[in-house]
C-alpha cells in the first residue's frame, strides 16, 4: 500500500507543520506511535505535502502513479539501519531522512537519469515519538525538493529497531542507462562531487567531537552532485557509479563490470584543506579517506575524452585483468570499502 | 543500488540452486551472511536468475530499467517484519518471502494494472543463514513468477531483526487507475479471491496446531487474484482496494475516499465447508474471519451493474456519511482490522 492518509480528491485534514517536528513544543509532539497508531502516523506525514505534476496519484491508495515518459522507468532500493547507517545521537531525524534520500537519488543519478519519486519503507518500534517520524519525512521530502519530486508511497511497520527502505525511481529522458559495464582502454576516469567528507566527519564523530561542522554536516548529509549524472551521460560517459562505499571500492564493480584496469592517480586530488586540517588532528592521511571513504555519493564516471565542466580526471581505464590501481600499484593503505556483515 | 552480484555481460559464476536452499545439505547451507559477506550474499541469491523481457536492465548496477509502456509506472512498498508479520517456526523463509512479494503484487493489481517488477531491501541479523536469505528471494521470485516479472534490485543491510521491505512496479496498459475514491451510491460492491483463510489458519497456528493444511497454508501464503484487478478495470470498476488488513477495514478506506456507505451484506458470503469446520473446533464464528481477517489479499470492488465473472457481489454502496455497515448496521463482532501500533 501507499500512505495512506492523504486520500485523492477530499480536503486535507491536518495543517502544515509550523515548527520543527523534532521540537517537543506541544501535546502533538509528544505523541508515540503507539498513541496515534498506524493510519494516525501516516496521516501526519503525509497531510500538506504538494506533488510535483509526474506524480499523476500520490499517496492515499494501493499503490502510485507516477509519469515514466520515455517508457521505461529507473529504479532502486537503499536500506539504512539505525546503529549501522545512522545513530540519533550523531544526526538527527531529519539528516537521516535526507541522507536516506540522497543515497537513492544518487543512485538514479549515477545511471544518467533524473529522479522522479521516493517511496519508503519505514519500520521502527512503537515507542517511537511521532515527532521523529514527522522529522524522517520532513528529511525525506526536503530532500526530495532538491531534484523537485516527492515521496509518492511507502508503508509502515512496528519493528525493535529504526530501519528505512528507500526506492526512488527515475527517468533517462530517452537517453540509454550509463552502467558499470561500458568503460574502455583509453577511456578517463573523472570524478564529480565532494569525496573524503563525510570519512572525515565520521572520524571526528567517532573521537567524540562534534566539530568541525563542515565535515561532520557533510557525514550528516550528503551533498550528491545530482546533475552531474544526466550531464555525464550527454557528454558520452561510457561507464558511471555513484561512491557510496569509497572510491577504491565502487571503482572495483566498475573494473570487474567493465573488465578493465582502472587506474587513479593520487597526484590528481587536491586535498581539501579542511579535510587536510582534520587529518592532521587525528593522525589520518586525508587520501585515505579521499580513496576509500564512502557516503559522501560523489559520482565517478569514465569518459572517451577529456570530461564535461565540473568533472575532475583522476586516472585512466587500461587493458588488463579486471583490478583498480593507485599510481599503478595496489593500494596499501587499509581497507578499501564497507561490507555489512563483514567480521 | 540494486543486487550487485549479477553483472551485465559477463558470465555467470555461481551455479543454479539445486536442492531445497533451507536445507543444510552441504556446507554452503551452513554459511552465514557474516562468512561470505555483503557482496558474497548478492551474489549468491542474484546467480542464473532469468530476467522477463521488461526488465531491460536487472541487477548489477546502481538501478534497473524496467519498462513503463504507456508512460507510467505503478508503484508501491510494504514491509514484513519478523515477529509481527510473520515468525520462522510458522513459515519457511521461502514462503516469507513469497508472502511478501504477494503483498505488493496485490497492492498493484488492486489499481487495476499488471506488475512488471520487484525490489527488494533486506536487513538482517549477520548471524542469519545464507541459506535462509537464498529461500527468502526463491520466495519473492517464485510469487514473482506467478505474474511473470523478476526482482530487479535490491539492498542488504545487517539489522537485529528481519525486515523485508518490497516495492513493487506495474503497468496500467493504458487505462486509468481504478483508485479507492470512485465508489458511487447504486454500485454493487464485490470481492473476488478467499477471504477469510489467513485469519483461520493464523487462529489454528496461534492454537499450536499445525492443520488442517488448507487454512495453515493460505496462512502462510496468500494467493491474491491476480487477474482480477485489470479484469475488474476492464469491467468498469469504479473503486478497488486489496483486501489486507481485513474486508470491513479495507472497505472503510473506500467508503471515507469516495464518501459514501459501504453495506455489507452477510448472507451474500458462502462460508467455506472447512471454515466452518476451523470455527466450530475454536469455537469461533467464521462469518468473523470472512469479515475482519486480512493478508488474504483478495480484491473488492465496486461496479456500477453486476460484476464479472469470478466476483461475487456482497452488498451495495448508499449514500451517507463516509461508513461500513454489515446489514446495514454498524458490525460489532469484534476489532475490524489491523493498526501495527494500537495498544
Known sequence: MTWQGRRPNVPEEAPLPTSS??????????????GVGEFGLITRVTAGRAQPP??????????????????????CTDVLVEGVHFRLDWSTSEQVGRKAAAANLADVAAMGAVPTALLVGLACPPDTPVATCEALANGLWSEAAVVGVGVVGGD????????????????????EP???????????LAVCGRIGWSAAGLAVLGRGFRSPVAVVGAHRVPEPPYAAGPQAALAGATAMIDISDGLLADLGHVARASGVVVDV????????????????????????WLLTGGEDHALAATFPGAPPEGWTPVGAVREG??????DGRVYDGGPTGWDHFAR
Open 54 to 75: 509526474g506524480t499523476l496519484l500520490g499517496p492515499g491508495d494501493d499503490a502510485a502513479v507516477v509519469a515514466a515518459p520515455d517508457g521505461r522507468v529507473v529504479a
Open 156 to 175: 509502515v511497520a512496528s519493528a525493535t529497531q529504526l530501519v528505512l527502505s528507500v526506492t526512488a525511481l527515475g527517468s533517462l529522458e530517452g537517453r
Open 321 to 326: 585483468a579486471a583490478q583498480v590501481l593507485v
Open 265 to 288: 592517480r593520487s597526484a590528481a586530488f587536491e586535498v581539501p584543506a579542511r579535510l587536510a586540517d582534520v587529518g592532521r588532528a587525528l593522525g589520518v592521511d586525508p587520501l585515505h
Open 21 to 34: 517536528p523534532d521540537a517537543e513544543s506541544d501535546d502533538t509532539a509528544r505523541d508515540t506511535l503507539a
Open 178 to 188: 550509463v552502467t558499470r559495464a561500458g568503460a574502455r582502454p583509453g577511456d578517463v
